[in-house]
């Protein structure tokens, strides 16, 4: 294996890792889960993932406000009256964690970030962010798919966006 890219993919890994713990804290979340791993791709260096979620017309914010609004969807759906789950939807920040969580992630997480390092393993290239978005349309339940579904976005046209931008890495 060449080490460059070894060590390119141990860096692109802990960035994503980090940034993915540090974004769900900030959403009131104690562990990462799949949305955190997309939200942390959308700022890797590569730009893969930006750039594949702008062509279906999706960016960072969008996705943070549907996740608000998934979130204050299901706490009326437990009964809490409308306006009170869209204040309970705003996320409230955990503060710092100690150590980056790669054992203490979601199931989700777990999931997309496995996946994504086996696409980038059989296309032999650098682990990038368009491999967790490709990653994150595979996604059958869970709060990544209903996001994507609450923002009209064809899961097929956004695995084929983010396969567009492998395609000229």
Known sequence: ???????????????????????ARELGEEEPGAEHLLLSAIGLPDGSAARALAGVGV?????????RDEQADALVTAGVPRETAQAMAEPAPLGEAGSPLLYGAGPSAREVFQEAGKLARSSKQRLAGAHVVIAVTGLERGTMPRVLDRLAVDRHQL?????AELAVR
């Open 59 to 67: 960016d960072e914010e969008a996705i943070r406000a549907a996740l």
């Open 159 to 163: 695995a084929d966006a983010a396969r």
């Open 1 to 23: 294996m060449n080490p460059m890219k070894m060590f390119d993919d141990m860096r692109t890994i802990k960035q994503l890792l980090t940034d993915a713990e540090r974004i």
